[in-house]
């Protein structure tokens, strides 16, 4: 099985930073995209930001010039650096991966269990 695990997450005044990081472990063949998502209370979940295995990244008006979204092939890693925050950035960060183990050939999303972000004003 495939997991993922997210970490970073905290407490933060508004303007400033954290940065996220997100791990897929098990039995993996590769990786294709993977994307981070946030769910405040009593909203849908959406999208934040992704990256193609090959580096390509998009990002929501929302987000765009502040959250920077990287990966790390070799580490089965994928990060989110969040700066100049504002407290309608607080939500439960999640990460999700379309993932190939080895001995199947199709590609299917793992979600991670999230890391909560707390922006204080």
């Known amino acids: 099985q495939v997991q993922l695990v997210e970490s970073g997450g905290g407490l933060v005044q508004a303007g400033g930073s954290l940065r996220l990081s997100c791990t897929a472990s098990?039995?993996?063949?590769?990786?294709?995209?993977m994307a981070w998502y946030r769910q405040a209370p009593g909203k849908q979940r959406e999208l934040v930001a992704t990256i193609s295995s090959g580096g390509s990244t998009n990002y929501p008006d929302s987000v765009k010039g502040r959250f920077i979204i990287s990966r790390d092939n070799a580490k089965n890693t994928v990060y989110l650096q969040m700066n100049s925050l504002k407290p309608e950035d607080t939500a439960v960060y999640y990460c999700?991966?379309?993932?190939?183990?080895?001995?199947?050939?199709?590609?299917?999303?793992?979600w991670g269990k999230g890391t909560l972000v707390t922006v204080s004003s």
């Open positions: 999700n991966a379309d993932v190939r183990q080895f001995s199947v050939i199709m590609y299917k999303t793992y």
């Open positions: 098990g039995s993996i063949f590769s990786i294709n995209a």
